[in-house]
């Protein structure tokens, strides 16, 4: 079937650096995808929707300089926290629309950002 | 406004009993998809069921069954003979057609003890 992968799976960094994570579609093409963050034993929240070759589209309350999104390719996103803080902390989950067959989504393994 | 509710924060089984989840949704789209995840401790997200807003057929998946009622916007799930497998937080979620976008409900936490 079709697979979503994210990388890295797991990221600690220190406070201030950048954190880049990708979302891959590896056997469909994707003209959109979305971005979610999860905070610990809460809900997953969309942040963002990213079509590729457009800009992003942020939901409310989003920081659209925070969190970068390029979605260069049809199997390719990429999320990039800049100048991560402890409060960026969280699980992010990708998932990936595949053409042709309308509501059809897979999610990525998601990534765990710990920021110290 | 969308709105995908899950009442049931938190349930606690024995093995073997049967276990049902619920989701109550809100929306005016006429055509909507509504989904349940798994997610384990490790975080992924376990696709179950779609479920298209046309098709109010129940489905039984081995020992997992839906039950999708539109009169009462509910979409709930149930577990049969519940394992310690089954342990995982459940996620409702409400699609919307046109644009692709998840909201999910709040999760209900299963523990399913030995």
């Known amino acids: 079937g079709a697979v979503v992968s994210q990388h890295p799976s797991w990221v600690i960094c220190k406070s201030g650096t950048s954190v880049k994570i990708e979302c891959r579609s590896l056997?469909?093409?994707?003209?959109?995808m979305f971005w979610y963050r999860q905070f610990p034993k809460q809900s997953l929240m969309l942040m963002a929707t990213?079509?590729?070759?457009?800009?992003?589209?942020?939901e409310q309350g989003v920081e659209k300089d925070k969190f970068l999104i390029n979605h260069a390719s049809l199997t390719l996103s990429t999320l990039t926290v800049t100048s991560a803080h402890p409060e960026d902390s969280s699980f992010y989950i990708c998932?990936?629309?595949?053409?042709?067959?309308?509501?059809?989504?897979?999610f990525g393994e998601g990534s765990r950002l710990t920021v110290l | 406004a969308q709105k995908v509710t899950q009442a049931q924060t938190e349930i606690s089984v024995v093995e073997k009993e049967d276990v049902t989840l619920d989701c109550v949704y809100e929306?005016?789209?006429?055509?909507?998809?509504l989904f349940w995840y798994k997610q384990p401790p490790s975080g992924e997200l376990v696709f179950l069921i779609r479920?298209?807003?046309?098709?109010?057929q129940n489905e039984i998946s081995g020992r997992y069954s839906w039950n999708f009622q539109k009169s009462t916007s509910s979409f709930n799930f149930t577990i049969t003979a519940s394992q310690v497998v089954d342990s995982a937080v459940y996620f409702c979620?409400?699609?919307?057609?046109?644009?692709?976008?998840?909201?999910f409900g709040q999760g209900t936490t299963l523990q399913v003890k030995p």
């Open positions: 998932s990936a629309r595949s053409q042709g067959i309308i509501g059809e989504l897979f």
């Open positions: 056997d469909f093409q994707a003209t959109t």
């Open positions: 990213s079509n590729e070759g457009s800009k992003a589209t942020y």
């Open positions: 929306t005016r789209d006429t055509t909507y998809y």
């Open positions: 479920r298209n807003s046309f098709d109010e």
């Open positions: 979620a409400l699609g919307s057609s046109n644009t692709g976008k998840l909201i």
